[in-house]
């Protein structure tokens, strides 16, 4: 470690009169616009992340990282012209690995021209070079942060690559270590605005989640390409709350609540592609395990002496496993057609083990102790060509088969047959435009959890498994449209719809209990804006203001009302507009931005949960490109003072007279009155943060 500082803290060759402002506009090639890796000299880049971040109009989107198995492409990055090997590295983890010294350029084009199934809209392909005489360079990332909550001195990852053969090796270490907290008062209110009564909490939650790696991939001189990647992972948290409650005319009461898991978790994937007949196949294989104890623990201690303590637990272990093969085999005919065929098969399981005790009846219950299992196969044919010299089509159909059983009492074995594909068409009128028009048929995944009975000991919120869910599917039209903006940058807009079937929610079980379920259907529609605006033709030289926002409506019909309502928990805004400013002839930049968001309610049948942030949250830095060799940035964050806001409805009715602190309290649901109503507000303070990164 002390010969990997020492190298590292040497001068970097980039010079301060080097670090002029250098135009980001790209250039036209072959339906490709085109980033040379020297137009971001003037960000003194480390890694190929820190190109890619400034890519006008570009955002990462990595798809759904939670799904099962592999499927087609969702994420909009690749490299070298390939997705991204493996489910335990997303585009963020992958290019964060790659020197900045690597790449020879950026290429933003059209997934639905690409011979991928899958893509479609802006993406980008990440251009490298493997210089076999270079040796072993790395790169390093330090970012601790200082806040009322604690200090996190943790938070950081580590890297190196080299030769190895006719290939090149990565190693790294990673911990996205965290220390968050908030504190603040809550007041407790009957349905009347009456005050029951008041608790002052301290809320804290800390994380270390270490991740070690390792990847080798490499080209024959047959071009034949072989990726294999490994890594495991720990994942620690922590959560505890600390309150003081007090009521007028009674007795103080002191609650602790606690929260604990101890994960690890590891994954093998490869890869092998190679030529065969007149196209190429691709064989792919993944393993994944995962062993995660839960711990959650509330209590109350009396200071009247006389009524004794009483508190619950419950504790949760589940282990999770995913085996994944599957087969690409891609090939061209005339015309420049291109045609595809994947088969893929996934086995995955949860095995479930629950208890639940406490003070009145310190008795372990089982509780939730199921094991589900499900086999999955998927066949997709695809199929794609130039309709014209501006008008591409892709197309993709095929089907899904999954059989899911669950052990216990209750258990049952189901499958499920389900078509899927999509037709994306892309349009190029001119060479500053790009259109592309996307219609999919979606089959979404079960989330195993909702099949297991859990509780929530904080709020008495208990859910019962269903063994009778199914999977929900989509009708997806999307239409995206990229305007280059010449000198001023660029700007792309989506607009969305989605038509759902069997969307998951909460539904009612018996006249006591609920669970998730199915409800027969919902729609969802939306548009997003991703825009970068640069200010050099103005005179402004250097300066850049990127803006992301997105606005979303959904509807679904109530099970237990049946009024028509927001989609739980669904998107409403978010937004994010920071600006940079890379000072011309020096070594500094400065720049700050904003961001905020909404998400529609939470509701169970017997409660609604409305969380809301007080202020957008704002931050500002600077940054010095060249201190001993290293860039640092400095983070000034939550300069007005954001504080989050949460309001739980409880319904049902409450027992006896106000200021009685032995009120019972009678469980309703969302047809009926208030019981009463928790309103919270709590604060976090500002954020200071330092960045160090290097390359050696």
Request: cysteine-free; proline content about 4%.
């Amino acid at each position: 470690m002390i010969s990997v500082i020492a190298i590292s803290i040497l001068p970097q060759t980039v010079l301060a009169q080097e670090l002029v402002a250098t135009n980001l506009q790209p250039r036209s090639e072959n339906d490709r616009q085109i980033y040379d890796a020297e137009q971001f000299k003037r960000f003194n880049p480390r890694t190929a992340l820190d190109m890619v971040g400034q890519v006008p109009g570009f955002t990462i989107d990595t798809g759904d990282t939670d799904e099962r198995g592999l499927g087609q492409a969702d994420e909009n990055v690749l490299i070298n012209g390939q997705r991204i090997s493996g489910k335990n590295i997303d585009a963020f983890i992958a290019l964060r690995r790659i020197s900045a010294d690597s790449v020879v350029r950026i290429e933003i084009v059209d997934g639905a021209t690409l011979s991928i199934s899958g893509l479609s809209g802006q993406v980008l392909n990440l251009v490298t070079k493997v210089d076999e005489n270079k040796g072993i360079s790395g790169n390093f990332r330090w970012r601790p942060q200082w806040r009322r909550a604690g200090n996190n001195w943790f938070a950081g990852d580590a890297s190196i690559t080299g030769p190895l053969g006719k290939g090149e090796f990565t190693l790294s270490i990673e911990n996205d270590a965290f220390r968050n907290g908030v504190d603040g008062p809550e007041q407790v209110i009957d349905r009347f605005g009456n005050l029951l009564f008041e608790r002052d909490e301290i809320a804290r939650v800390r994380g270390d989640r270490p991740k070690f790696s390792a990847a080798y991939a490499s080209t024959s001189d047959a071009g034949s390409v072989f990726n294999l990647n490994a890594s495991y992972g720990l994942n620690h948290f922590t959560e505890s709350v600390d309150t003081l409650r007090t009521q007028s005319g009674q007795p103080d009461i002191f609650e602790f609540y606690s929260s604990r898991e101890r994960e690890w978790n590891a994954e093998i994937s490869g890869d092998y592609e190679f030529a065969l007949g007149g196209g190429r196949l691709k064989l792919v294989g993944l393993q994944r395990l995962e062993h995660s104890p839960f711990n959650n623990f509330f209590g109350q201690t009396f200071t009247d002496g006389i009524t004794p303590a009483n508190g619950s637990q419950f504790d949760q272990t589940v282990d999770e496993g995913e085996s994944v093969v599957r087969a690409e085999y891609n090939w061209k005919t005339g015309g420049g057609t291109d045609w595809g065929i994947s088969l893929e098969g996934a086995y995955n399981f949860l095995e479930n083990e629950g208890s639940f005790s406490s003070f009145a009846n310190p008795v372990v219950t089982p509780l939730g102790n199921t094991k589900v299992t499900e086999y999955r196969g998927e066949l997709i044919g695809s199929y794609g060509r130039p309709l014209s010299e501006q008008l591409t089509l892709q197309a993709t159909l095929g089907g899904e088969y999954s059989k899911i059983s669950q052990s216990g009492a209750r258990g049952q074995t189901r499958s499920f047959i389900r078509p899927k594909g999509s037709v994306s068409l892309s349009w190029k009128p001119q060479d500053d435009l790009d259109v592309s028009l996307k219609l999919e048929r979606k089959v979404g995944q079960l989330n195993f959890f909702d099949f297991v009975e859990s509780v929530d000991v904080a709020n008495n919120a208990n859910n019962a498994g269903n063994p009778g869910l199914v999977p929900p599917q989509t009708w997806r039209a999307e239409l995206e449209a990229t305007q280059k903006l010449g000198p001023w940058g660029s700007m792309t807009v989506n607009i969305y719809g989605e038509k759902i079937t069997d969307i998951v929610d909460s539904i009612p079980i018996t006249a006591t209990t609920e669970a998730r379920g199915n409800l027969p259907k919902a729609t969802r529609y939306g548009v997003s804006l991703t825009s970068s605006i640069l200010f050099d033709s103005i005179g402004w030289t250097g300066a850049k203001l990127d803006i992301q926002g997105e606005v979303r409506k959904s509807s679904v019909r109530d099970p237990l009302l049946g009024n028509f309502r927001r989609t739980n928990d669904d998107k409403i805004f978010t937004y994010e507009i920071s600006l940079r400013h890379d000072i011309p002839n020096s070594d500094w930049a400065w720049g700050g931005g904003a961001e905020d968001f909404r998400f529609s309610n939470f509701l169970r049948l017997d409660q609604i949960n409305n969380f809301k942030t007080g202020a957008p949250y704002t931050w500002i830095f600077v940054e010095h490109k060249d201190v001993l060799g290293l860039t640092v940035k400095a983070d000034l964050g939550n300069l007005l003072g954001r504080s989050e806001n949460f309001t739980r409805t409880v319904y049902g009715q409450l027992l006896g007279q106000p200021g009685d602190a032995s009120r019972g309290f009678i469980p309703g649901r969302r047809d009926g009155p208030i019981g009463f109503i928790e309103d919270r507000s709590r604060d976090f303070g500002l954020i200071y943060r330092i960045t160090v990164s290097g390359s050696f």
